[in-house]
């Protein structure tokens, strides 16, 4: 179904008219569309609706495997999407949550623009899902450390990315990473296609995947031809503000691109207006509180073990917004020592709020 070539795509997401996807159907080739025009006849495939009507635009061919052309030079798209609903194979019941849909891979750990890039690519031939592994700390054996984003809080921020991606919300899929350590590439990919059951696939040209990372992003592509699932291979959102070499990463596939690495980088320094443009958000920290952690009407301290994920380095921090509810937002000043997370009100009393229950979550967005 799809060529074994690579297609990259352009890491500039603001400019979604001038990408040009590389889109592969059958033949073994891959297919080059403008943003134009994969908006509606590619979603209505990935929703299951046949096509009986040739394109009537013009498509480019890669060089990358065969030209499969009709004689008015129109390739005509098979329905690479659709047929799966119609494999007898497939169980009425009990379908995977993904079944259908087109994964982006990678490690999600900050949700930072160059994930939210993949996502828009995803959301541009079908419905998108991230799809993320979990437990690969306890596993590998690695220190147990602070997630960048809470995980109450991963669902309001690709929410946030509705807009990027056709007014469609990615959602995210976890899988244990214990079940797929051990499998080779190709039993990687097997998985995808038979347990799974996606159409298509996003990666950035640096992702890594099978046991002991023995699989690049171009034998993805390989292997997902052989399951007919359609890869996509996406060039790195590059950061803007550090490039390579300006800021010690440990990140041995560290080449500029904006990575989680980073984040916690700028974090740790307390840089929030570098962080906000690695993200594209500003970072919100979650808080769990308690009434005994009330010091005063305008006051609340919080010990850091009652953080949901990563604050920033030790100082204060002004002009930040305390989040209460879905809509409610006070300006205070945050101050990060070592032990505890002081939230301070000027203009508020934080008495005056519903303290009814035993705690509460209150979320700091640094403005």
Not at 105 to 128: C, M, N, V, W, Y
Not at 145 to 158: E, Y
Not at 201 to 215: D, H
Not at 247 to 257: L, V
Request: charged content about 20%.
């Amino acid at each position: 179904m799809l060529c074994g070539g690579l297609q990259h795509f352009s890491d500039h997401h603001h400019n979604h008219s001038s990408i040009g996807l590389g889109l592969g159907f059958c033949g073994a080739k891959i297919v080059q569309l403008s943003s134009l025009f994969l908006n509606r006849p590619c979603q209505a495939m990935a929703n299951g609706h046949h096509s009986s009507h040739k394109l009537q635009q013009r498509m480019m061919i890669s060089s990358y495997g065969s030209h499969c052309r009709t004689p008015g030079d129109i390739p005509i798209l098979h329905n690479c999407f659709s047929q799966r609903e119609d494999d007898p194979e497939l169980p009425v019941e009990g379908l995977s949550p993904v079944s259908g849909g087109v994964v982006a891979l990678g490690k999600f750990d900050a949700l930072h623009i160059g994930h939210r890039e993949l996502t828009i690519q995803a959301s541009r031939i079908g419905t998108p899902y991230l799809l993320s592994f979990v437990g690969m700390a306890e596993v590998l054996g690695w220190e147990p450390r602070s997630p960048i984003v809470a995980k109450c809080d991963r669902k309001r921020v690709l929410t946030s990315w509705a807009s990027y991606c056709g007014n469609r919300a990615p959602e995210e899929h976890e899988i244990e990473f214990a079940s797929v350590r051990h499998l080779t590439p190709w039993q990687f990919v097997e998985k995808l296609s038979k347990e799974l059951r996606v159409c298509g696939v996003v990666a950035g040209e640096n992702y890594r995947f099978g046991y002991k990372a023995s699989g690049d992003a171009s034998e993805l592509v390989r292997l997902c031809e052989e399951y007919g699932i359609t890869a996509y291979i996406i060039k790195s959102v590059m950061d803007k503000k550090q490039g390579p070499g300006r800021r010690d990463s440990g990140d041995s596939k560290d080449r500029g691109q904006v990575s989680s690495t980073r984040v916690r980088q700028a974090l740790a320094v307390g840089d929030m207006r570098y962080v906000t443009e690695l993200l594209g958000r500003a970072h919100r920290l979650i808080l769990k509180v308690r009434t005994q952690d009330m010091r005063s009407e305008r006051m609340i301290s919080v010990p850091r073990s009652s953080l949901l994920n990563l604050p920033p380095g030790n100082g204060i921090y002004e002009a930040c917004l305390l989040i209460v509810g879905d809509a409610s937002s006070i300006p205070c000043t945050l101050v990060v020592d070592t032990s505890n997370i002081h939230v301070e009100t000027k203009e508020v009393r934080l008495c005056n709020l519903d303290w009814s229950q035993e705690f509460q979550l209150l979320s700091v967005e640094f403005d």
